[in-house]
């Protein structure tokens, strides 16, 4: 991949999405000089003509033309999660490299074909996990230690809406299981805590109509292969009413409470504040990674096969949720 770009003075980039993350990379982009943005789509004309407008690129009417385009050499996934999958395909296929926000796709198989294809065809295929570059998760690997032997931990993100808004994380179809569209809640557990034994989920909607739903809840359990169990509780809607963000992990020595953007350490009956660092500017960093990535072949902070295996987890806890039964990770793994 290095090789590719040594005669290349600036990479040019195809955006997919007209959205809050697709203004943020299309930001990234033009504020460096190893790269440009071509070209961009979305799924109304009005969106992709002002957001392209912006940038002094092309608006363009489908992210089929958009792939085929020879100067466009980064493809930037970050439309509704249905069709990941399909434009990372198309997008490899075409000799383009990938970044994609997660779920890298919503079917686990299409996931596993596209990571071999992305190392057949030699080419770069990032999926975004910025919740590790977050001042949370670094406070978390940086105090776990103390904490002694881990046994239990709980992640809650609820979101109350009032009223629950008819867009596309709130479709079943556009935004698909809500910890597989939400997949950076399993994902911090599986890289701060390993592999996973067992699953098992529980879920509720609320539904609007065929298309959207006012409320989804969702509570999963995960057991991981060192003895420690997860409860992982993620909804959001009309039927809530109290907003919580809080992730507390239990030791044999010490606990670790974050509420918001406060931590606090908790050890031998003494309270530790712990100062939590900003979410600003994640997408930037990623994006300037990438760029590092491509130009100078330095290594990611994720790599697909962490975002796969955390998208199997996922998986497996909608099979519990569908069949109401335990989903034992190994058995998955070899059907």
């Not at 996934?77 to 296929?93: E, M, P, Y």
């Not at 776990?144 to 809406?161: A, C, D, H, M």
């Amino acid at each position: 991949m290095r090789a590719a770009f040594l005669e290349k003075a600036s990479l040019g980039v195809g955006l997919i999405g007209t959205g809050y993350v697709a203004k943020l990379r299309a930001e990234a982009f033009v504020h460096d000089e190893r790269s440009h943005v071509v070209a961009i789509v979305g799924n109304t004309p009005e969106k992709t003509a002002s957001l392209a407008s912006d940038y002094q690129a092309e608006a363009m009417s489908s992210w089929q033309q958009l792939i085929e385009r020879e100067d466009v050499d980064l493809v930037v996934i970050c439309n509704v999660n249905r069709d990941h999958g399909a434009i990372a395909k198309k997008a490899l296929q075409a000799g383009k490299h990938v970044i994609v926000e997660y779920p890298l796709s919503l079917d686990v198989v299409q996931a596993e074909e596209l990571v071999a294809l992305a190392k057949a065809e030699n080419k770069l295929l990032h999926v975004e996990h910025i919740e590790l570059l977050g001042g949370l998760h670094l406070a978390l690997k940086q105090y776990l230690p103390q904490l002694g032997g881990l046994f239990y931990v709980r992640y809650s993100t609820i979101k109350p809406e009032h009223p629950a808004p008819r867009k596309w994380t709130f479709s079943h179809e556009l935004f698909g299981f809500p910890l597989m569209g939400a997949l950076s809640r399993l994902h911090r557990l599986t890289d701060l805590f390993g592999e996973v034994t067992t699953v098992n989920c529980h879920q509720r909607f609320w539904e609007i109509d065929e298309e959207f739903y006012q409320t989804c809840f969702c509570i999963s359990q995960l057991c991981f292969n060192s003895g420690l169990l997860a409860q992982v509780v993620y909804g959001k809607g009309e039927t809530l009413w109290q907003a919580e963000r809080k992730f507390e992990v239990h030791g044999e020595k010490g606990g670790l409470i974050f509420e918001g953007d406060k931590g606090v350490l908790i050890e031998n009956g003494k309270t530790t504040p712990i100062e939590v660092g900003t979410k600003r500017g994640l997408f930037a960093k990623d994006t300037n990674m990438v760029l590092d990535r491509l130009f100078n072949g330095t290594p990611l902070y994720v790599t697909p096969e962490a975002s796969l295996y955390s998208l199997k987890v996922a998986d497996a806890a909608r099979q519990a949720a569908e069949t109401g039964l335990t989903m034992y990770m190994d058995r998955l793994d070899n059907a």
